[in-house]
C-alpha cells in the first residue's frame, strides 16, 4: 500500500508548479494566446505542494461562471 505522501508527491509530478497564482494566469494567458485551448482552465492552489497550478474548473465553478454571465 502506497504511503499518503507518496500519493501527494504524485498528485504534482509532471504538473508545472507557479509561485503565486499571478504568475499561474500569466501562463495561462500566455498559453491560451499561442494555442487555442480549453477555456475552461483555472489557476488553483494546491494542497499537495503549497503552489499554484492550472487546471480543469470543476462543474461548480463552470455553472457559477455561466449564470454570472448571463445575468449580464
Do not use: F
Not at 504538473?15 to 477555456?39: G, M, N, S
Amino acid at each position: 500500500m502506497a504511503s499518503k505522501r507518496g500519493l501527494r508527491r504524485k498528485m504534482c509530478t509532471g504538473k508545472v508548479a507557479y509561485v503565486c497564482c499571478d504568475d499561474a494566469k500569466a501562463a495561462l494567458r500566455t498559453i491560451r494566446r499561442l494555442h487555442v485551448t480549453d477555456e475552461w482552465q483555472i489557476p488553483y492552489h494546491c494542497r499537495c505542494c503549497g503552489r499554484w497550478h492550472n487546471g480543469h474548473a470543476p462543474g461548480y465553478v463552470r455553472r457559477a461562471i455561466l449564470e454570472r454571465q448571463a445575468r449580464w
